[in-house]
């Protein structure tokens, strides 16, 4: 007897349903998302409300951390210090990115030079810390003797109230800009050749060419890298920790640095959670902010 055809729905032609194999791969990284990012955080907002110092359990205490942060001059500082540091530290990686992965794209395609551009952020941020504190070293470091030589004379890079941002701000430019460089670098390959083609066909040097297509067709791709860098600037942590401690006095005290000194150096957790709390609530602000300005969800290439 010949073979009832396949009906609707049913026959070659029907795709494999994968959602199970999906939910399964996807499965170790959401418990991990779970367990090390969504219930500390759940933990942290909690403990903001509480007085809790490890040796006894949590006590409720309301709003009190809040309003002892928005009394505590030692924090409006620190988060003071904290954004002086993100103005510079994202103004000078990513314009100098930008200009290292246009130089990749347009003047070479070596492999190599990619990796160079690269190892600094395979360096540890401890590590970078301790080689640039001795080469900034007032007496023995060799950046110091160098600047003498040249008869500018040594100057107190990271002893100084005026320069010690700065200094971890460019350390960490150092180490970071690689990585932003490839991110940016990644997206110029997004953009079609062709319209490079048709605009040296009309007689556009480099410079016309980098206003007029790669910087507005990138924007989708610098306002993501934008986004995560900010992110990240505003969690400095290790420069500080080794290099300065805070100093001198309160100049380079950014606000992550004076949560760890307040959690673990004087066990006084639940106000650190708070200002954990605040500092996450100023971060979403600023993303929420920085993504309605660049438009990051469009594309002049559409």
Excluded: C, H
């Excluded at 007689?203 to 860098?229: D, N, Q, Y």
């Excluded at 640095?257 to 708070?274: E, L, P, T």
């Amino acid at each position: 007897m010949p073979k009832e055809p396949p009906g609707p729905g049913r026959g070659r032609g029907r795709r494999p349903d994968d959602t199970r194999l999906a939910l399964l791969f996807i499965l170790p990284a959401l418990i991990g998302f779970l367990a090390f990012m969504v219930w500390p955080t759940m933990q942290g907002i909690y403990l903001s409300f509480t007085k809790f110092n490890l040796l006894t359990p949590p006590e409720f205490i309301g709003l009190d951390n809040y309003i002892r942060m928005i009394q505590d001059p030692v924090f409006w500082n620190a988060m003071g210090v904290t954004g002086y540091y993100v103005v510079i530290n994202i103004g000078v990686q990513t314009v100098v990115a930008l200009l290292i992965a246009v130089m990749m794209q347009r003047l070479t395609k070596k492999t190599w030079l990619r990796a160079i551009v690269l190892t600094p952020y395979l360096v540890s941020n401890v590590v970078a810390a301790l080689i640039f504190l001795w080469i900034l070293d007032n007496q023995l470091g060799i950046g110091n003797q160098v600047l003498d030589a040249l008869g500018v004379g040594k100057l107190p890079f990271l002893t100084s109230d005026a320069l010690v941002i700065p200094t971890i701000a460019l350390i960490n430019v150092w180490k970071y800009v690689g990585y932003t460089a490839l991110l940016i670098f990644a997206g110029l390959q997004t953009i079609p050749e062709t319209m490079y083609e048709a605009a040296r066909m009309d007689g556009a040097g480099e410079a016309r060419m980098f206003r007029s297509i790669t910087v507005p067709l990138l924007r989708p791709i610098l306002a993501l890298v934008l986004i995560i860098t900010v992110v990240g600037s505003f969690q400095v942590f290790d420069t500080v920790a080794v290099a300065t401690r805070g100093g001198p006095v309160d100049a380079s005290r950014v606000v992550q640095f004076y949560i760890y000194d307040v959690a673990f150096g004087r066990f006084q957790f639940g106000y650190a959670s708070a200002m954990s709390v605040a500092l996450l609530i100023v971060l979403l602000i600023v993303t929420a902010i920085q993504y309605r300005l660049t438009r990051a969800g469009t594309s002049d290439l559409d």
